[in-house]
């Protein structure tokens, strides 16, 4: 259920932020992901509610994974005398370890586009119709080549995570055989494919230069307002 409900965000939130390709907006109308992001925080305490409910669900699958792992181990008596991997992949044995690289990154993400730690003066980013400019956030944050290395580090280990979910779900909804086994592993494969070229291709383009203009005057009124303080 957990999984679930990561899974539907991850979808969701991909969708809002593939609209930065839309452009920056004209005179008349601001850029679509501006709008966007004016949308949900006008929903306010709704918003935070669904905020809250997604940390409770990070929380629970952290918890849920750890319980299971330590009943595993309790169910093998504390270790084998023979060890021998049938049908786990590399991603399925390193799980633990990616796991906690997603976890930091996505503590580091909330960080710098949600919280503004890691850049406080976004916070006084607006565009020319007076809203949280985040199409330059964007831009400004992804042009730098090591957090976009670490975004798209991030980006591949949880798709790698959220296609094992989606095929080890047959298991737990208790519908798993072979034919029913090998329909969710192709189906969580195609989605984690796609939703990792989604997310990734937004740091590229970005690196290989797309909005480089607008990026260069947010900058600019960045460390115009920074030599102002």
């Known amino acids: 259920m957990t999984g679930g409900i990561l899974l539907l965000y991850v979808i969701g939130h991909l969708i809002g932020n593939l609209q930065v390709f839309a452009g920056p907006g004209d005179a008349k109308t601001p850029a679509k992901i501006n709008s966007y992001a004016h949308m ?3 929903l306010g305490a709704l918003l935070w509610a669904a905020r809250i409910g997604l940390l409770i669900a990070v929380i629970a699958h952290i918890v849920a994974t750890i319980n299971l792992t330590i009943e595993n181990r309790k169910a093998k008596g504390g270790g084998t005398q023979y060890k021998k991997t049938v049908q786990a992949r590399i991603s399925t ?3 633990i370890w990616s796991g906690t690289y997603i976890l930091c990154f996505v503590i580091f993400h909330i960080a710098h586009y949600t919280l503004f730690l890691v850049e406080p003066g976004w916070k ?4 020319a119709h007076g809203l949280h400019d985040v199409y330059a956030m964007l831009l400004v944050g992804f042009s730098s080549p090591v957090v976009s290395v670490f975004y798209i580090v991030g980006m591949i280990l949880l798709c790698a995570h959220l ?3 989606i095929e080890s779900s047959a298991q737990t909804l208790g519908v798993q055989t072979q034919r029913v086994r090998g329909l969710f592993r192709i189906a969580g494969r195609t989605l984690a494919i796609l939703l990792a070229v989604g997310y990734i291709s937004i740091p590229v383009a970005i690196l290989a230069g797309y909005g480089r203009e607008y990026r260069e005057q947010a900058t600019a009124k960045l ?3 920074k ?3």
């Not at 006084?124 to 565009?127: E, G, I, Y």
């Open 40 to 42: 949900l925080k006008s």
């Open 93 to 95: 044995k390193t799980m």
């Open 124 to 127: 006084q980013l607006h565009d």
């Open 163 to 165: 296609s094992h979910g």
């Open 223 to 225: 460390v115009s307002a």
């Open 227 to 229: 030599g102002g303080n």
